[in-house]
């Protein structure tokens, strides 16, 4: 059974922050998560990451318990690793101690290898008014698109 591929997405991310770097870092997970991953059973909805002890976590990302799993399921919103080498950590941590600046998950997605990979972004947030004109600018772009195509 040949499953379509996986590339879960956070449309809020780039709505509401300002994307500066992009960093791909690998998961820790368990068994029954990337089960669920390679079913597409994920969201990065609400989540963010911190460091603790110069490690790299995220937080709030849900993975749905794997239907299968029995007793070895895992909980669906744990704290989980991210793993980035020690140069790209000491950037990261770095990037947030200036003020306005997070780092958000931005897509999941998993490799040829078949690992499962997150894409996140060092962000600073944008205004009220920034947004209004990311989807203006949206709204123009679409229009022009539209007359062209006449």
Known sequence: MKLAPVNIKNKRATFDYELTDTYTAGIVLTGTEIKSIRLGKASLVDTFCFFSNGELWVKNMHIAEYFYGS????SARRDRKLLLNKKELKKLEKGTKETGYTIVPVRMFINE??????????ARGKKQYDKRESLKEKDDKRDMDRMFKR
């Open 113 to 122: 290898k078949g690992l499962a990979k997150v894409v996140v972004a060092l």
């Open 71 to 74: 007793y070895n399921n895992h």
